[in-house]
C-alpha cells in the first residue's frame, strides 16, 4: 500500500504577485524550490494564512534569488499581494519508507522571502 506524506513545505512565504492573464501555476524564486526540494512542474498545494484558502496548482520556477511568489491565472483570485502562504509538496510511498522519510521543511525570511542564512 502506498501512502500520502509531506514532502517539501516552504512555510510562510509572502506572495510578491498575482498574475490574473497567466496560464495558470504558482512561480516560486528556484533557490526557494532547490531548498525545499521542489521540482518545475511538481503539484503543490497553496495555503493562504491572511484567508484560509487552499487551493492545488504546478510550480514554475522563478528567477534564483529573487524571492518571488506569484500566483498566476484563476490561482490569482486566492491570494493578494501581501498575503502569507504556505506551500506544501507531498509524496507517495510505502508505509515502511514514510514512517523513516524525513521531509524538507525550510523557513524563508517572511519580509524578503529569502533563505535565512
Not at 513545505?9 to 510578491?16: E, G, L
Not at 492573464?21 to 526540494?37: F, H, K
Not at 528567477?63 to 502562504?85: E, F, M, Q, T
Not at 506551500?87 to 535565512?116: H, Q
Amino acid at each position: 500500500m502506498l501512502i500520502q506524506r509531506l514532502k517539501s513545505k516552504i512555510h510562510r512565504v509572502t506572495v510578491t504577485e498575482a498574475n490574473l492573464n497567466y496560464v495558470g501555476s504558482i512561480t516560486i524564486d528556484e533557490e526557494l524550490m532547490q531548498a525545499a526540494g521542489i521540482i518545475e512542474g511538481e503539484k503543490v498545494q497553496i495555503v493562504n494564512n491572511n484567508n484560509g484558502e487552499r487551493l492545488e496548482t504546478y510550480v514554475i520556477p522563478g528567477p534564483k534569488g529573487s524571492g518571488a511568489i506569484c500566483l498566476n491565472g484563476a490561482a490569482a483570485r486566492k491570494a493578494a499581494v501581501g498575503d502569507v502562504v504556505i506551500i506544501i509538496s507531498y509524496g507517495l510511498m510505502d508505509i515502511e519508507e514514510a514512517r523513516t522519510f524525513r521531509p524538507s521543511v525550510i523557513f524563508p525570511d517572511e519580509k524578503t522571502n529569502r533563505l535565512v542564512k
